[in-house]
């Protein structure tokens, strides 16, 4: 598996692009959009930047032309990993140390992630060689916060919960909603000793009650989730609190289009104990 195979480009408008890279087990994706300046020029962002397994320079420079930046929407490891190519990025205060991420990620658990299911790692790629990306924000969001990209503007709203400096990003004028790993159509993580479930529900529905939402753009899974999707997962979340088992190691609750993984007793006994995936696979 060469370059080629590793990421799909699809467009979502004229200006804005989602990469996905479909060889990770849950199709990560991350974001180009463009836009334009008044002399014609144009301004670009990354919304994360994958794995990093690859450089995305060719892919971003086949695509748009200028200047980029990259705006996070959380320091894991599958959201950072292209920051060498565009290290001009922007994070949320939570997580402005990328010396100490919110989930440390060991070697051993890459491989283990990286290869499980049909994922495998892409041919000429060092595994070992494989560094996370350490190194200081050009820029510290905070919760309201407007990023102008040439013509276009993105209000950086702070969501909390699957990860301390966890943001959203949303175009008011196209009705762009860009979630990150809060709101996806799959299994949401909020096991980690990171997490905090009154966080995540204050931030799903704070998302559900955002106006002028059109389309929500995720970091996983399905591209084809509907608008509704947050207010779905906080119904989940009443359901969970009705009976009991809204809180840490009460195992993985599967609904329609998505599930929450809350961790077995085990994993939450491992992980508050660590901090780190690899007490899971001792």
């Not at 479909?22 to 990354?46: A, K």
């Not at 790993?181 to 704070?206: K, M, N």
Request: proline share 6%.
């Amino acid at each position: 598996m060469g370059y080629d195979d590793w990421y799909i480009v699809s467009s979502i408008d004229d200006d804005t692009w989602v990469i996905s890279e479909p060889h990770h087990p849950e199709c990560s994706h991350f974001y180009l959009l463009r836009g334009i300046n008044p002399d014609g020029t144009f301004d670009n962002v990354l919304i994360d930047t994958g794995l990093g397994f690859f450089s995305i320079k060719p892919l971003v420079e086949s695509l748009t032309s200028g200047p980029v930046r990259v705006l996070l929407t959380h320091t894991h490891w599958d959201h950072i990993g292209g920051l060498r190519d565009y290290p001009d990025f922007a994070v949320h205060e939570a997580e402005r140390d990328l010396r100490h991420p919110p989930l440390p990620l060991s070697k051993r658990v890459l491989r283990m992630v990286a290869t499980e299911e049909n994922a495998e790692l892409p041919e000429g790629f060092d595994l070992d060689a494989y560094e996370a990306y350490i190194a200081e924000p050009k820029r510290v969001l905070h919760d309201g916060d407007r990023i102008k990209v040439g013509n276009r503007t993105l209000e950086a709203i702070h969501t909390p919960g699957h990860s301390p400096g966890g943001v959203c990003y949303f175009e008011p004028e196209r009705g762009y909603l860009f979630s990150g790993d809060l709101i996806y159509g799959a299994c949401l993580y909020a096991q980690f000793h990171t997490c905090d479930l009154g966080q995540y529900e204050e931030s799903v529905r704070r998302i559900a009650a955002l106006e002028g939402v059109g389309r929500i753009l995720p970091g996983h899974d399905s591209m084809d989730i509907g608008v509704d999707l947050p207010e779905r997962i906080a119904a989940a979340f009443d359901d969970l609190k009705s009976k009991g088992l809204f809180k840490k190691g009460t195992g993985r609750h599967d609904y329609d289009g998505f599930s929450i993984n809350l961790g077995s007793p085990a994993e939450k006994a491992l992980l508050a104990v660590t901090g780190c995936f690899d007490a899971l696979l001792s």
